[in-house]
Antibody, heavy 124, light 113 residues
């Protein structure tokens, strides 16, 4: 079964740091791009960051650029999100999601599956 | 950046009736070399993560009931539920995976009338 399990969320003060992890199983992790997506309470989905299959290329939403860092350990089948200088507006459920790969020469890109999410609350 | 919009914001449909949700991208998400639209639809029920329904704008994910269908190309897309069931109550999001940032629409909340 393809599965993603996030961990590392919690309550942190403004200006603090947190590292999220996403453990992957049931598929060849090193072949896929991976993403982080967040959802503030009662709000919609917002893409946060993406990393390519070997970790050599990353992208970030403008709202987190310079504060968040995405990385992966393909030997451990694990995705990470290092979050620094946290703000109240970063409060959200953070989901990891499996992204694109190459299928018969075509680059896919939809997000599937998603983990259950981990809640990050930034408050004093 | 590609901005995604959806209409309506919310929708109430009777059981067994058709539900239609529209999605528009600010720029084309049609990849000319493959003739594929980089557009997906997701369903999110309360307290659950999003679930992929449709990719390539019109390809139904395995296991998704055939009452769900996607259509459109370029910048205008539609998700149709042909005969609404009680379990379809959810928020539906479109998303472009054509280019970073991989933006989502604001969501459409679907309820039973």
């Amino acid at each position: 079964e393809v599965q993603l399990v996030e961990s590392g969320g919690g309550l942190v003060q403004p200006g603090g740091s947190l590292r999220l992890s996403c453990a992957a199983s049931g598929f060849t992790f090193r072949n896929y791009w991976m993403h982080w997506v967040r959802q503030a309470p009662g709000k919609g989905l917002v893409w946060v960051s993406r990393i390519n299959s070997d970790g050599s290329s990353t992208n970030y939403a403008d709202s987190v650029k310079g504060r968040f860092s995405i990385s992966r350990d393909n030997a451990k089948n694990t995705l990470y999100l290092q979050m620094n200088s946290l703000r109240a507006e970063d409060t959200a459920v953070y989901y990891c999601a499996r992204g694109g790969t190459i299928v018969r020469g075509v680059i896919t890109g939809w997000f599937d599956p998603w983990g259950q999410g981990t809640l990050v609350t930034v408050s004093s | 950046d590609i901005v995604m919009t959806q209409s309506p914001d919310s929708l109430a449909v009777s059981l067994g009736e058709r539900a239609t949700i529209n999605c528009k991208s600010s720029d084309s998400v049609l990849y000319s070399s493959s003739s594929r639209n980089y557009l997906a639809w997701y369903q999110q029920k309360p307290g659950q993560p999003p679930k992929l329904l449709i990719y390539w704008a019109s390809t139904r994910e395995s296991g998704v009931p055939d009452r769900f269908s996607g259509s459109g190309s370029g910048t205008d897309f539609t998700l149709t539920i042909s005969s609404l069931q009680a379990e379809d109550v959810a928020v539906y999001y479109c998303q472009q995976y054509y280019s970073s940032p991989y933006s989502f629409g604001p969501g459409t909340k679907l309820e039973i009338k």
